[in-house]
T-cell receptor
Framework: DTGVSQDPRHKITKRGQNVTFRCDPI?????LYWYRQTLGQGPEFLTY????????KSRLLSDRFSAERPKGSFSTLEIQRTEQGDSAMYLC????????????FGEGSWLTVV | GQQLNQSPQSMFIQEGEDVSMNCTSS?????WLWYKQEPGEGPVLLIA?????ELTSNGRLTAQFGITRKDSFLNISASIPSDVGIYFC?????????FGQGTRLTINP
C-alpha cells in the first residue's frame, strides 16, 4: 500500500492527557497537511509542511497543538492537555508542490476524549 | 476569507436515479476537486478539474469546472447502493485545500 497512512486509527484518552498521531505520506510527496473533522462537517485545515518547514498554521491550531516533520518525511501531531472539544477525526494528507498538487488523504485518526 | 457553498446538504433518492450536486465559491481557484467520504474513513479523491470549462468523467461520475472558475458540479448517473456517502467539493489554492460542507447521499433500494 503506497497511500497516506496514519497511526493510530482510533484513540480514546482521558481529559488532560497528551496524545500523538503519526502520518506517513506518499513517499515522493513533499507537502504534508493536517486537517480536523468533526461529525457532520467538512475537514478543516490545521497546518501544512513543505518538506520539513511548517509554512502555515490555522487559528484552529491552539498552543496545545504542535506538529512536526523533522526529516521532511513522516509527521507527528501532538495534542497536550486534551479537552473534550478536541474529540474529532484528525486527517493527514500529502501532495507534490504545485502544479501537480492534487491532495490525497489518509484514513484518519479518531480521537475521543472522555 | 474563502467561502465555499455546497448544495444540497442532503439527498434521498431511489436506486437508479441520477444525482446532481454543486459548489460555488466567492473566489477564483485554479483547481476543483471532488471527494467521497464513507463513515470512519478519510476522503477519497473522485475527480480533479484543472481548467475552466473542463468536463471530466470517472465511470458513472461526471464533473465540470465552471467557466467563471467559481463553481463546479458533480453528477452521478444511475445510482447504486455503494454510492452512499458524503460528497465534498474542494477548492485548491497554492497552499491549501478548502472544503465545502458536504452533500450526504442516501439511496433507497
Amino acid at each position: 500500500d503506497t497511500g497516506v497512512s496514519q497511526d493510530p486509527r482510533h484513540k480514546i484518552t482521558k481529559r488532560g492527557q497528551n496524545v500523538t498521531f503519526r502520518c506517513d505520506p506518499i513517499s515522493e510527496h513533499n507537502r504534508l497537511y493536517w486537517y480536523r473533522q468533526t461529525l457532520g462537517q467538512g475537514p478543516e485545515f490545521l497546518t501544512y509542511f513543505q518538506n520539513e518547514a511548517q509554512l502555515e498554521k490555522s487559528r484552529l491550531l491552539s498552543d496545545r497543538f504542535s506538529a512536526e516533520r523533522p526529516k521532511g518525511s513522516f509527521s507527528t501531531l501532538e495534542i497536550q492537555r486534551t479537552e473534550q472539544g478536541d474529540s474529532a477525526m484528525y486527517l493527514c494528507a500529502s501532495s507534490l508542490s504545485p502544479p501537480g498538487n492534487t491532495i490525497y488523504f489518509g484514513e484518519g485518526s479518531w480521537l475521543t476524549v472522555v | 476569507g474563502q467561502q465555499l457553498n455546497q448544495s444540497p446538504q442532503s439527498m434521498f433518492i431511489q436506486e437508479g436515479e441520477d444525482v446532481s450536486m454543486n459548489c460555488t465559491s466567492s473566489s477564483i481557484f485554479n483547481t476543483w476537486l471532488w471527494y467521497k467520504q464513507e463513515p470512519g474513513e478519510g476522503p477519497v479523491l473522485l475527480i480533479a478539474l484543472y481548467k475552466a470549462g473542463e468536463l471530466t468523467s470517472n465511470g458513472r461520475l461526471t464533473a465540470q469546472f465552471g467557466i467563471t472558475r467559481k463553481d463546479s458540479f458533480l453528477n452521478i448517473s444511475a445510482s447504486i447502493p455503494s454510492d452512499v456517502g458524503i460528497y465534498f467539493c474542494g477548492m485548491q489554492g497554492a497552499q491549501k485545500l478548502v472544503f465545502g460542507q458536504g452533500t450526504r447521499l442516501t439511496i433507497n433500494p
